[in-house]
């Protein structure tokens, strides 16, 4: 929602995230380094979503770490 008031958005936002032996959502944080979106609002709003995502626990118990880029490209819609 936050992305569809900026039209001219261009750029990558890169998530990391760890999801604990339960498969809860933790430690969810923007990585700086490969991002290139400067609006903090629109990954804030990232976070939120995946902060509230659950995954299936971990058969061995493991802890694992997820990344995600999310692009943005001006002028692209979003597919259903």
Excluded at 17 to 37: M, R, S
Aim: charged share 20%; aromatic share 8%.
């Amino acid at each position: 929602q936050v992305a569809k008031g900026k039209p001219g958005l261009e750029g990558n936002i890169v998530v990391k995230w760890l999801i604990d032996p339960k498969g809860a959502v933790k430690d969810v944080i923007i990585d700086p380094d490969k991002t290139t979106v400067p609006d903090q609002t629109i990954g804030s709003c990232i976070i939120g979503v995946i902060s509230k995502l659950t995954f299936p626990p971990s058969a061995k118990r493991f802890e694992t770490k997820a990344s995600y880029p999310f692009n943005f490209k001006a002028g692209a819609t979003a597919t259903p």
